[in-house]
């Protein structure tokens, strides 16, 4: 039975992909837990597709929709290597996702542990449990190197 740390390696497996590509490093999977299969995998894609939403949750999101036929996703978990944004934590709350796991943490842009903390507003109908920090420390570095190669 796989852990939270395998999936959060093959989503930084993803993240891996998007630095390659010269995308921000941000991987994601999604995961029925039921049966360990993984649904979607995807990563940060909007710079080469020109679309500001194509984050990797968001990617992975429609995917798994499609993979499923279904518009909610009721019973799967999502794992991602950095804390949601608020639109991808909004998306993450409409699909009804029932677990979030992420790795890094994000002060600037994050929207689940700091900013808004958009699980917690009354506007949100589906708040998933929530686990961060999963392999914090490969997901941090990941982005530091990105960043510290564009200086």
């Known amino acids: 039975m796989p852990s939270p740390q395998d999936y959060m390696q093959l989503a930084l ?9 010269d995308e921000i490093p941000v991987g994601c999977v999604i995961v029925n837990p039921a049966t360990d299969e993984i649904i979607a995998a995807a990563h ?8 500001t939403t194509a984050h990797a949750e968001i990617l992975a999101i429609r995917s798994a929709c499609d993979v499923l ?6 019973d799967m978990d999502i794992y991602v290597t950095l804390e949601p944004c608020a639109m991808c934590a909004a998306a993450i709350s409409f699909a009804r996702i029932r677990r979030l796991y992420f790795g890094a943490f994000d002060e600037k842009g994050g929207n689940v542990v700091n ?3 958009f699980f917690n507003q009354k506007i949100c ?7 961060g920090g999963i392999l914090q420390e490969p997901c ?10 564009k200086r």
């Open 69 to 74: 036929q279904q518009p909610r996703l009721w």
């Open 115 to 117: 900013g808004t903390q």
């Open 140 to 149: 941090s570095q990941i982005l530091k190197r990105f960043f510290q190669a």
């Open 13 to 21: 497996i993803e993240a891996q992909k998007a630095a390659q590509i």
């Open 125 to 131: 109908h589906h708040k998933p449990e929530v686990y």
């Open 44 to 51: 940060n894609h909007n710079q080469h597709s020109f679309d």
